[in-house]
């Protein structure tokens, strides 16, 4: 089994930065591909951003091209999402994933989850 907790939410103001991280524990791997995941309120959970085991390879969801940027720093089993210029459409509920075979988009494909955390964006 692998555990995941996030930390690094918050409230913050449109304009503002925020950096979360996710770290893994367990039966976990520094092979399994990393994602970021957020539901808002009412809404179907998206996805963010993932990256693939080494960091070689890195995805993002268009409206956080730019803004975002996940990494990871596999000696400590973490994972970072820095978010800058933050909208008040990024508020959110944020979630870690990580899949042992997929590298994608598709939470569904997505093995161990985190419990979430908060981002509110205040306009």
């Known amino acids: 089994q692998v555990q995941l907790v996030e930390s690094g939410g918050g409230l913050v103001q449109a304009g503002g930065s925020l950096r979360l991280s996710c770290a893994a524990s367990?039966?976990?791997?520094?092979?399994?591909?990393m994602g970021w995941f957020r539901q808002a309120p009412g809404k179907e959970r998206e996805f963010v951003a993932a990256?693939?085991?080494?960091?070689?390879?890195?995805y993002y969801q268009d409206s956080v091209k730019g803004r975002f940027t996940i990494s990871r720093d596999n000696p400590k089993y973490t994972v970072y999402l820095q978010m800058n210029s933050l909208e008040p459409e990024d508020t959110a509920v944020y979630y870690c994933?990580?899949?042992?075979?997929?590298?994608?988009?598709?939470?569904?494909?997505?093995?161990?989850w985190g419990q979430g955390t908060q981002v509110t964006v205040s306009s």
């Open positions: 990256i693939s085991g080494n960091g070689d390879f890195t």
């Open positions: 367990g039966r976990t791997s520094r092979s399994y591909t």
């Open positions: 994933a990580a899949s042992a075979l997929y590298l994608g988009r598709a939470y569904v494909n997505y093995d161990y």
